[in-house]
């Protein structure tokens, strides 16, 4: 009997000592488990999705001096008919909603920040054009969206809209290039108040592949329609684009 006493008092020594032995352990574990990880790793950013349409070149400095011109007597044509009461106004006045838009992402890309906004010229003859240009994620990219409001080949006066034509451009040395137009830093303008037009105006110019010239005027901040179809809004995103 007393040896078994004596064993069973071994055994329970012999507990308490691996015990004691294993607390330190567990209490290392338990810290290094419990330390935060090491700072100054950078989170890794989206991958940017490759744009699919190959986009037009850079137009050349003879190229753009000549597309100014052209939009200068445009813009002057225009003007004089407003002058004359041939159309009744043209353009908008400068939006500041646009302009505290533009300002914030100049912070982030100021490459894309001039181009920004909704554009427009529904003023004088049809075709009328229509222009969002949307900021991206991906730095120095924009998004355009495009349409057009022009006659029926069958009903005099009667109008319909066209697509809306989605592409995405990036801004490379000022210039906008996408698949289907161009444009340039050089190709914005703002036109002072007159007596013909009591406001400024501020336009923008594009050149598309066939060599066609449309000029817009700046209306307010770019916007995603919710009218939009589904297969729009799925390419908006999926190009990582802002409104």
Not at 93 to 120: K, N
Not at 173 to 197: E, K, M, W
Request: with cysteine; glycine share 4%; charged share 20%.
């Amino acid at each position: 009997m007393p040896e078994e006493v004596n064993v069973k008092r071994l055994i329970s020594h012999t507990k308490w000592a691996i015990a004691l032995l294993l607390i330190p352990a567990v209490g290392t574990a338990i810290a290094c488990t419990n330390q935060p990880a090491e700072p100054g790793i950078p989170t890794p950013e989206p991958t940017p999705q490759p744009i699919d349409a190959p986009l037009l070149p850079p137009l050349s400095e003879a190229v753009l001096n000549q597309r100014q011109a052209e939009m200068q007597q445009w813009i002057q044509s225009d003007l004089d008919l407003v002058g004359l009461g041939k159309i009744g106004g043209m353009g908008s006045p400068i939006s500041p909603e646009l302009e505290a838009y533009r300002q914030t992402w100049a912070e982030i890309d100021p490459a894309v920040a001039p181009f920004l906004g909704t554009w427009a010229k529904e003023w004088n003859m049809l075709p009328h054009n229509f222009m969002t240009v949307f900021p991206s994620e991906v730095a120095g990219r924009v998004c355009l969206v495009r349409y057009r409001q022009q006659e029926t080949d069958t009903v005099p006066f009667e109008t319909y809209n066209t697509p809306l034509e989605f592409s995405v451009a990036q801004v490379v040395d000022g210039q906008l290039l996408a698949s289907n137009t161009q444009s340039a830093r050089s190709l914005i303008q703002r036109t002072p108040a007159s007596d013909y037009v009591p406001y400024d105006v501020e336009f923008l110019s594009t050149v598309d592949p066939d060599g066609s010239l449309r000029v817009y005027a700046s209306q307010r901040p770019p916007a995603v329609d919710p009218a939009w179809e589904p297969e729009l809004v799925e390419q908006f995103r999926a190009n990582q684009c802002r409104s």
